[in-house]
């Protein structure tokens, strides 16, 4: 086999537009497909604009973007090609769940961050609009206590005027400072106008 064959490196385009498949839902870890492929994390709260942007890193509908926050209470599993699995992780902090329900998502998703040698990053989720809510602390905690590489993701910047949006970056990335496995900086994005959509994949390629 010549030098040239075995240097060929997908590219970004190959990746993100090639096949994307549903693989399974699962609500406990029995479920847990074992794999040894790179995994790509994402979460955050209820409404914090996930499916949108999964969507939009893929460049199609994969995701159902949901007009009833909190539905979604079960790690989702796409993959992509031969590159990754996508992990579409459920929404957290919605109120008007029980206890029950948060404790069952409580040791999922603990479990889930534990149990993965091949998670590779989770990409958490904050609205732009709103910042750090104690929700989004206790899973940071979470993230910490797993050792799980994880990476702020500023959702929305469409809206928040542009000192505002500089300040709830400001006050994630003070938040963070002290947390080894964040990366130190929060990345904004907007969905609705494809902003920092190719950073997101230059960071995933980077991992795969
Ligand atoms: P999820 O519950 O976290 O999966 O969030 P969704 O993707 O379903 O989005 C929640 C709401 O935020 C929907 O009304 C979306 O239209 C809206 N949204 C999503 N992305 C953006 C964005 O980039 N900018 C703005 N302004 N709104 C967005």
Known sequence: ???????????????????????????????????????IAFAGRSNVGKSSLINAIMGRKIANVSHTPGRTQQLNFFEVGPHFWLVDMPGYGYAKVSKTLKKSWDSLIKNYLVGRPNLRVVFLLIDSRHGLKDSDLEM????DKSAVAYRIILTKSDEPKASDLKSVKEQVELAIKKNPAAFPSALPVSSWEKKGLDDIHEIIMGLI
């Open 140 to 143: 940071m905690k979470m993230l």
């Open 1 to 39: 086999m010549s030098d040239d064959v075995l240097n060929i490196q997908p590219t970004i385009r190959q990746i993100f537009s090639g096949p994307c498949d549903f693989r399974l839902g699962v609500v406990n870890l029995e479920q847990l497909p074992s794999s040894h492929m790179p995994e």
